[in-house]
């Protein structure tokens, strides 16, 4: 069956509304016909307007600015002269259009502009006038058929803006297209317990497309904490367009819920909503786009991850290898702890830079996610083994802690290295 062919009409003051009816009915693989699109495939701007008749359908955002634009109205004109235009409207309407009592409102607005064209006219020699008599007809044209339109659209079964902002539904119905409504349109990509004291908490990192209308992403929000809230009290969503936005954690929606019961000492600060639904804060990264373009340049490739990581590791391991060794030597008296603090000591700062270094990378891509944390987690660790018995903590510790806590991290350093090398494997 042929595509039906859909002209998306719309006032500039409701670009943002365009914007996301456009990107809705494009990912669900709905072309539409728009000015910021098409129009320089015609050869005027006053063409691609006409260019509406050519269309099976009008999808019209009518809202007090459509209808005073001579732009949209041209294009209502336009459409109107094709056969059976009443059937071929899709309108959308906001609730700043009073059909009861605007029809007449609106004839005396462009009756008022007409007159004002009209003087202009009268006042300029005839050589300066053929572009205002050209305008002037055209207004008469939008005088002469204001007050039918207005009546079609009155008696159509529109969808008002106020709709749109909980569900697309009826706008996907219209255009002829079969949702089904059971259909889940994020994937959960990763999940922990964030517990903290008596608080159960859980953060969630899910990807959905951002080109979806806010109101189908709030409502899968909804759906992912009814999912969590029986076993939570503070659930945080975050929500990403792209993997490799995770990395960077650069996500264009936040979601917050905490249940009512929890106890005020128990609360998380939290998020500065923009929106919600029902009990859950929602926050919109108006600034999404933005750091997208400020993050690329500090996102690194695998390869360029495995290279910088592979120069510290080639460094930082030996220095460790050796203050392990050497300590087991003091436990076992065949050093003195003079020869051990000699060494601690002497590499105390290169193990400072290095790890001061591990953090100095670019934003990883996501599949080098578990490599990264097992190589900060065993830069931490040598670093804490030197920290212990850095000179300028020798009083923090009493001896006897220092070489419980150099123990637990030896074992810590020999585990986090065998899972290092199992991650770096796996990237191979």
């Known amino acids: 069956m042929k595509e039906k062919r859909i002209f998306l009409s719309y006032s500039q003051k409701n670009m943002d509304l365009a914007n996301e009816i456009d990107n809705a009915l494009h990912i669900k693989g709905i072309g539409v016909t728009r000015d910021i699109k098409n129009v320089k495939c015609a050869q005027s701007f ?17 809202s007090d600015y459509y209808l005073k634009s ?60 053929k572009p205002l008599k050209e305008e002037r007809d055209e207004i008469k044209l939008i005088e002469d058929n204001i007050m039918e339109f207005i009546s ?60 979806y209308p806010k109101c189908e992403i709030k409502t899968a929000l909804k759906e992912i904490v009814s999912s969590l809230k029986q076993a939570n009290d503070v659930i945080w969503i975050f929500v990403y367009n792209k993997l490799k936005d995770v990395s960077s954690v650069n996500w264009f929606c936040q979601g917050y819920w905490v249940s009512s019961n929890l106890d005020q000492n128990w609360r998380p600060i939290g998020i500065t909503s923009n929106d919600r639904i029902e009990d859950i804060e929602i ?31 080639e460094k930082v391991i030996p220095i460790a290898k050796t203050a392990v060794e050497k300590f087991d030597l003091l436990q076992s008296s065949e050093i003195n702890k003079e020869e051990f603090l000699e060494y601690m000591h002497k590499n105390r700062k290169t193990v400072q830079e290095l790890y001061s270094q591990s953090g100095e990378r670019k934003y990883p891509p996501y599949e080098c996610r578990e490599y990264i944390l097992k190589l900060d987690n065993l830069f931490a660790i040598v670093d804490n083994i030197f920290l212990f018995h850095s000179k300028e903590n020798m009083d923090t510790w009493p001896e006897k802690t220092r070489m419980i806590m150099t123990e637990q991290e030896k074992n810590r350093y020999y585990k986090v290295l065998e899972e290092l090398n199992y991650e770096r494997k796996k990237l191979n």
């Open 283 to 313: 926050r919109w990264n108006e600034g999404y786009e933005n750091l997208r373009e400020i993050y690329k340049p500090l996102s690194g490739t695998k390869n360029e991850i495995i290279k910088w990581s592979e120069t510290l590791l």
């Open 152 to 211: 079609t659209i009155r008696d159509l079964k529109y969808i008002p803006f106020k709709e749109l902002y909980k569900s697309y539904l009826d706008l996907y119905d219209t255009v002829g297209l079969k949702i089904n409504k059971s259909e889940e349109i994020y994937d959960i990509v990763t999940e922990e317990d964030a517990s903290f004291g008596l608080a159960r908490r859980h953060s969630i990192n899910v990807l959905i497309n951002k080109d």
């Open 46 to 62: 006053k063409e691609f307007m006409k260019s509406i008749r050519d269309h099976d359908f009008a999808l019209m955002l009518i």
């Open 70 to 129: 001579q732009a949209c109205m041209f294009e209502v004109i336009e459409f109107m002269k094709k056969p059976n235009y009443k059937q071929r409207i899709i309108a959308v309407v906001n609730d700043d259009i009073n059909f009861d009592l605007k029809g007449i409102t609106y004839l005396k607005y462009w009756e008022e502009k007409g007159k004002l064209i009209e003087g202009a006219i009268k006042e300029h020699h005839q050589e300066k006038i």
